[in-house]
């Protein structure tokens, strides 16, 4: 089976990237540096053969999607396979707010306890790399010897990484999982590689680094 070249972006800056605010499954869009972030990442995969662009259903991550499908005319579906992970109640507070009210919970999210599970009906670590790497699966598994586009969040790009470079959920974060950055991997039926990772020449700079990763 041929394999699938899988350009993978995380969405452009919201208000709440600035604010170091848990958005999760909650519905924020981007903000005006974040609609400029989608616009370049579009230019910059204008000349990329791409036969289709799958995003997350969450505007944040949609609306940068559209942009990308703008310059390289790709259909463009949403899959809520590719959303955040979810952070249940802790969802719209910040890490200091949950520091403060449930600093034992602060305290195995710091850790990368990969069985913690948000209150609320969040999802745990393994959860959320469980899911994606299902999604992913069954998205690439359809476009064998194409180019295919995923626009998720910096969760999702983090379990990317950590997918091609054979790292656990636990292991701390060494890469950055910038707004609108392009990564490149290559999917094959036994597992993802990196190509390439944290591309923002085409934002000269203007790429937020996820928090909560």
């Known amino acids: 089976m041929q394999a699938t ?7 452009g ?3 709440w990237n600035v604010d170091a605010r848990i958005q999760g499954h909650l519905d924020i869009p981007l903000n005006a ?3 400029w972030q989608a616009a ?7 000349g990329e053969p791409v036969a289709a662009i799958y995003s997350s259903d969450l ?5 940068t999607a559209e942009a990308v499908a703008a310059t390289t005319g790709a259909s463009l579906t949403a899959d809520k396979g590719l959303r955040e992970r ?3 109640s802790f969802e719209g507070q910040t890490f200091n707010d949950i520091e403060a009210s449930h600093p034992e919970d602060a305290l195995r999210w710091r850790k990368r306890d990969p069985e913690f599970v948000p209150a609320g009906g969040g999802e745990s670590l393994l959860m959320l ?6 999604t992913v699966d069954r998205l690439a598994s359809g476009h064998p010897g194409e180019q295919i586009v995923i626009v998720a969040h910096g969760g999702v790009m983090d379990v990317l990484y950590r997918l091609a470079t054979h790292q656990e959920v636990q292991a701390p974060r060494t ?6 950055a392009i990564n490149r991997l290559l999917w094959t039926p036994q597992g993802l590689g990196l190509v390439g990772w944290g591309d923002v020449q085409h934002l000269e700079g203007g790429a937020r680094d996820e928090v909560f990763s």
Not at 5 to 11: D, F, G, L, P, Q
Not at 59 to 63: E, F, K, P, V
Not at 129 to 134: E, G, K, M, P, Q
């Open 5 to 11: 070249r899988i350009i993978a972006i995380r969405h």
């Open 33 to 35: 540096l974040g609609l």
């Open 86 to 88: 979810c952070f249940g």
């Open 13 to 15: 800056e919201t208000a």
């Open 59 to 63: 505007l944040r991550a949609y609306a």
């Open 129 to 134: 790399r469980d899911r994606i790497s299902a």
């Open 175 to 180: 890469w950055a999982l910038g707004n609108a």
């Open 40 to 46: 370049q990442a579009g230019k910059a995969l204008a």
